[in-house]
């Protein structure tokens, strides 16, 4: 079936510094791919998404990138902040229109 | 206001008991899911409805029981509850099935079977 494999599954960064996570899906047909944030406690939010027609897309100091030819996506933060540690969630959306969960990435950053 | 709600928020109960979870979005969506994320914060879709039908059932035992009543609410009973139900189970909903469409989640319902 499909799936999308999200690393690391943990990730401590010092604040300030960048911080990136990667997927990669197995449905080429996929053409919708959100990042969602879920704080310790709270609910998924989504954060920023990407559709498969862009390359990049960037609010703040969050930014996605695809690469369509690798099956892949990655999330960039940068100048990260303590409010940055959370949970993050990458997920593809393929044909059959059901969302495909990664199994999150454990952002930790250190003072 | 409250966008999607869902009660209780916690939930403890013994082994073999029946327990409900009731989910309502005031958001006008035509989408609701059901999920389960266990300790490992895994998110694993159990059901998705879309005006009240059901479109998605993925391998849930079935003493998992969706019922949808109206598109603004999708409420999950549970028969003969086990350890392994043990988990945060969260409510979504999006306007669109199609490409894109944001889940909105609920503040999650923890269940907790002794």
């Known amino acids: 079936g499909e799936n999308v494999e999200q690393h690391p599954s943990t990730l401590s960064v010092q604040e300030g510094d960048s911080a990136v996570i990667k997927c990669t899906y197995s449905d080429s047909a996929s053409n919708y791919f959100p990042w969602y944030k879920q704080e310790l406690g709270k609910r998924p939010q989504l954060i920023i998404d990407i559709r498969s027609n862009v390359g990049e897309k960037k609010d703040q100091r969050i930014a996605v990138t695809l690469n369509k030819t690798a099956k892949h996506f990655s999330l960039h933060i940068t100048e990260t902040q303590p409010e940055d540690s959370a949970v993050y969630f990458c997920a593809a959306k393929g044909s059959n229109y059901q969302l495909i969960w990664g199994a999150g990435t454990k952002l930790i950053i250190k003072p | 206001d409250t966008a999607v709600s869902q009660t209780p928020k916690y939930l403890v109960t013994q082994m073999g008991n029946d327990k409900s979870i009731k989910c309502e979005q005031n958001?006008?969506?035509?989408?609701m899911y059901w999920y389960k994320q266990d300790s490992k914060k895994f998110l694993k879709i159990m059901f998705s409805?879309?005006?009240?039908?059901?479109?998605i059932n993925e391998t849930v035992p079935n003493r998992f029981s969706p019922k949808s009543p109206d598109k603004a609410h999708l409420n999950l009973h549970i028969n003969s509850l086990e350890l392994g139900d043990s988990a945060v189970y969260f409510c979504?909903?999006?306007?669109?099935?199609?490409?894109?469409?944001?889940?909105?989640f609920g503040e999650g319902s923890r269940l907790t079977v002794l």
């Open positions: 979504a909903s999006s306007q669109a099935t199609g490409a894109g469409g944001e889940l909105f």
């Open positions: 958001l006008g969506h035509d989408t």
């Open positions: 409805y879309n005006n009240k039908e059901l479109i």
